[in-house]
T-cell receptor, first 113, second 112 residues
Framework: QKEVEQNSGPLSVPEGAIASLNCTYS??????FFWYRQYSGKSPELIMF????GDKEDGRFTAQLNKASQYVSLLIRDSQPSDSATYLC?????????????FGSGTQLTVLP | DGGITQSPKYLFRKEGQNVTLSCEQN?????MYWYRQDPGQGLRLIYY???????QKGDIAEGYSVSREKKESFPLTVTSAQKNPTAFYLC???????????FGSGTRLTVV
């Protein structure tokens, strides 16, 4: 079982719709959760992070965390064509002195005009 | 401006050659990381360093080497032992366990 799993997609939504991206993780010791956006040929860019159960909103983005279900999601409201990118879920498990993020393989999102 | 500089942006390697990818940061971050990304894949950890003169292997360290002689710099050498080096290489730093990573712009390595 992969440590961090994402549906690879591609996921297509019409402009103005809500895009829902999902991520599950295997280690119950996971403490921090991050969403990165990566445009084609570019490096990942941090867009959201969440540490506690519940929802965290930032503009059109909402991150949702459920530690009991080992599930984190990203909602993008009023999706725009500029949101078309690959979204990477990353999870941090602090073990010993290690400070590493484990990444999922990413979900490719296309927002159709 | 504070940030991470990776160079070169594109690199071509001949069979049997060693090549070195540069990563420099002026963020004063302790921890630095090298990741490899293949098309349609996530990021896989090659090496990481939490302090100067110390580094640890990641999941795919074979065929790679690093050094950390100063806080600002964490170069990655792709040796001839790495049989399939064509990939997008990303350097990242972090200021602490509560924070995510900041990535450089990446180096795209191609074997010719």
């Amino acid at each position: 079982q992969k440590e961090v799993e994402q549906n690879s997609g591609p996921l297509s939504v019409p402009e103005g719709a809500i895009a829902s991206l999902n991520c599950t993780y295997s280690d119950r010791g996971s403490q921090s959760f991050f969403w990165y956006r990566q445009y084609s040929g570019k490096s990942p860019e941090l867009i959201m992070f969440i540490y506690s159960n519940g929802d965290k909103e930032d503009g059109r983005f909402t991150a949702q965390l459920n530690k009991a279900s080992q599930y984190v999601s990203l909602l993008i409201r009023d999706s725009q064509p500029s949101d078309s990118a690959t979204y990477l879920c990353a999870v941090r498990v602090v073990s010993g002195s290690a400070r590493q993020l484990t990444f999922g393989s990413g979900t490719q999102l296309t927002v159709l005009p | 401006d504070g940030g991470i500089t990776q160079s070169p942006k594109y690199l071509f390697r001949k069979e049997g050659q060693n090549v070195t990818l540069s990563c420099e940061q002026n963020l004063n971050h302790d921890a630095m990381y090298w990741y490899r990304q293949d098309p349609g894949q996530g990021l896989r950890l090659i090496y990481y360093s939490q302090i100067v003169n110390d580094f640890q292997k990641g999941d795919i360290a074979e065929g790679y080497s690093v050094s950390r002689e100063k806080k600002e710099s964490f170069p990655l050498t792709v040796t001839s032992a790495q049989k399939n080096p064509t990939a997008f290489y990303l350097c990242a730093t972090t200021s602490g366990t509560a924070y995510g990573y900041t990535f450089g712009s990446g180096t795209r390595l191609t074997v010719v």
